[in-house]
């Protein structure tokens, strides 16, 4: 009797231990979109990721070494092919650029009377697939969706032959708030996009429009605030998460607002950990350096960092920049996530090379720094220029009034 207690004693604990290791490794590598006790977790660390975006700090995360490491043996006379996954406003056209035109070890070219660049390997076969080299493929600012779904079969329309390919994925991030202010520029200007389309279970979904008619220009930053179905909001998650997630339907019935953020977010976040590379554009020197110790490959001209831009000169209040921050909080969590996962990135690449690495938060606050002195300087400037434009008009209007004073009565 006692031997039969003693065992049934240790049977209840081994069985509790094996069930509590069992809920340990479910919520840790479950994906938070299929677990059943996690889907009352909906909370997004918004807070935390925000005061790390408005102080500069670095959000603390762990990698593997698996996933810091990312070194390839590409071979672009063989199987390898770079595709680049280019989002709106992220200055993903220079990088586009870069890569037709300045990769040492194999130039493309340049093709007549085209914006393109024919960039194939002595095989005939295409190495990159990008705007600059095979066009909009797979649509118009494809995202990470729609390229799963289509890269392989537009390259073997282009290639005319099926062969065995490894795709290496890249894109660019940019701060979201610099981003989306960019993007409303952009369509203030005239731009739509009319064309893109959201690629998920082999069906395309039309993206709804903010405005009647051709385009959106002329609108102002409120209105382009306040429509909540704008495509600009969270751009850079959607376009980077794994749409079938949430269903591929446009009402997603099955989920709430809560969930659907946190499951795009989720999937943005793992797509880029599995990215060959990325590019953060606000720090383009460790964005070239990593390029080139990722795939072997040279430049033969350096990124510049541009840290005056066309939407330096744009005065917008703190409450419009607040606003922006809101509708845009997935992109700033999934910006520092990836600044974090970045400069990691980076030092682990450096030790690799037998090079020294650079401290994170230090290089990270003096960019933010320098970004606040820049935003100071531009403040003044646009001052200056709006004092300027008011003496001007002062100045027109008094003329007009002294030859309207001074003409001969009848």
């Not at 282009?158 to 660019?172: D, P, Q």
């Not at 008619?213 to 704008?230: A, I, S, T």
């Not at 953020?261 to 950990?273: P, Q, T, V």
Request: with cysteine; aromatic share 12%; glycine share 6%.
């Amino acid at each position: 009797m006692k031997w039969e207690k003693k065992h049934l004693k240790s049977a209840l604990i081994v069985s509790g231990l094996l069930v509590g290791f069992g809920f340990i490794f479910y919520g840790y590598y479950c994906p938070d979109a299929n677990c059943a006790f996690n889907s009352h977790k909906t909370e997004i660390n918004y807070n935390g990721y925000l005061q790390a975006y408005l102080s500069g700090n670095i959000m603390p995360h762990e990698f593997s070494q698996r996933v810091l490491l990312r070194k390839y043996n590409v071979n672009l006379d063989e199987i390898d092919v770079i595709v680049f996954l280019h989002m709106q406003k992220t200055g993903g056209t220079s990088l586009g650029k870069h890569l037709v035109r300045h990769v040492w070890e194999k130039p493309c070219k340049k093709q007549k009377a085209r914006k393109r660049y024919d960039c194939r390997n002595g095989k005939k076969n295409i190495w990159l697939f990008s705007r600059y080299s095979t066009g909009w493929g797979c649509g118009l600012h494809a995202d990470w969706s729609a390229l799963k779904l289509c890269v392989d079969g537009k390259m073997n329309e282009l290639e005319h032959k099926k062969r065995h390919r490894r795709y290496h994925f890249i894109t660019v991030l940019r701060d979201p708030v610099k981003r989306y202010i960019s993007e409303w520029q952009h369509v203030k200007r005239g731009a739509t996009w009319r064309s893109s389309k959201l690629s998920c279970g082999n069906k395309k979904y039309a993206i709804p429009k903010c405005y009647n008619g051709r385009d959106w220009r002329g609108v102002q930053l409120d209105e382009f605030l306040n429509c909540d179905h704008n495509p600009a909001n969270n751009r850079q998650v959607r376009m980077l998460a794994n749409l079938s997630k949430i269903g591929c339907d446009s009402n997603h019935t099955n989920y709430s607002k809560q969930q659907i953020d946190k499951i795009l977010l989720m999937s943005a976040k793992e797509n880029l950990r599995n990215f060959a590379y990325f590019a953060i554009t606000e720090y383009q020197k460790p964005s070239q350096y990593l390029f080139e110790k990722t795939f072997n490959l040279e430049f033969k001209q350096d990124f510049i960092q541009m840290n005056v831009t066309r939407i330096s000169l744009i005065n917008i209040t703190k409450e419009e920049e607040a606003k922006i921050r809101e509708k845009n909080k997935l992109d700033i969590e999934l910006y520092k996530y990836a600044e974090s996962l970045f400069f990691q990135r980076y030092n682990a690449t450096k030790k690799a090379n037998g090079q020294q690495g650079i401290n994170i938060s230090k290089t990270v606050v003096k960019a933010k720094n320098k970004s606040n002195k820049l935003e100071e300087e531009r403040q003044t400037f646009v001052k200056l220029i709006s004092e300027r434009a008011k003496r001007k008009k002062a100045a027109a209007q008094q003329l007009l009034e002294t030859q309207q004073k001074n003409q001969p009565t009848s």
